[in-house]
């Protein structure tokens, strides 16, 4: 709580860069505490900081995409994460940050996706399963013709015993 609110007044009263690090560090005081809207207000406030500092923004960016993450945005994570790969010059440590981000992302996206094919297929199978079981069990591939299934207890019309009877003595 003292580092927080020490961090405010830096950030509030101070417009170089120690301002922008200040609240970079309550943004990411804020997303400790799980307070993500409060997070992202901080963040923006960084980013539109008049003179900004590209270090400090593009680390704030990085808090953005995690935040994104933390309220299931996963679509503007990975927005986030590639912007700043495109556009930060800074190089070194931050584009390596959000790149690292960003395969962990995909990764975990294209595992997702393996997991829900694998389990389509599965479904698929039991299903296929099941008809091939249900298949065997009913006479003439399947087809159910009245007094014809087997069971005994198959009441027949007048009409079908008649026919029967004549396709028997047909025979």
Avoid: C
């Avoid at 953005?64 to 070194?92: C, M, P, W």
């Avoid at 940050?97 to 996206?109: N, S």
């Avoid at 698929?124 to 005994?152: A, F, H, R, V, W």
């Amino acid at each position: 709580v003292l580092a927080k609110e020490h961090f405010q007044k830096i950030s509030n009263s101070v417009k170089s860069e120690a301002g922008a690090e200040a609240r970079y560090e309550v943004a990411m005081i804020y997303f400790r505490q799980g307070l993500y809207k409060e997070t992202e207000k901080i963040i923006f406030e960084l980013i539109n900081q008049i003179p900004s500092y590209d270090y400090w923004v593009a680390k704030g960016f990085i808090l953005l995409s995690d935040n994104y993450l933390a309220l299931g945005d996963v679509f503007q994570a990975k927005h986030t994460l590639r912007s700043i790969i495109g556009n930060y010059e800074g190089g070194g440590e931050i584009l390596r940050i959000a790149q690292v981000k960003l395969d962990a992302i995909l990764e975990k996206e294209q595992s997702d996706e393996k997991k829900k094919a694998e389990e389509m297929m599965k479904k698929q199978t039991e299903y296929d399963q099941i008809l091939e079981d249900e298949m065997e069990g009913t006479p003439q591939g399947g087809i159910i013709t009245p007094g014809k299934s087997g069971n005994s207890n198959d009441s027949e019309t007048p009409e079908t015993q008649e026919n029967n009877e004549n396709n028997e003595n047909n025979e």
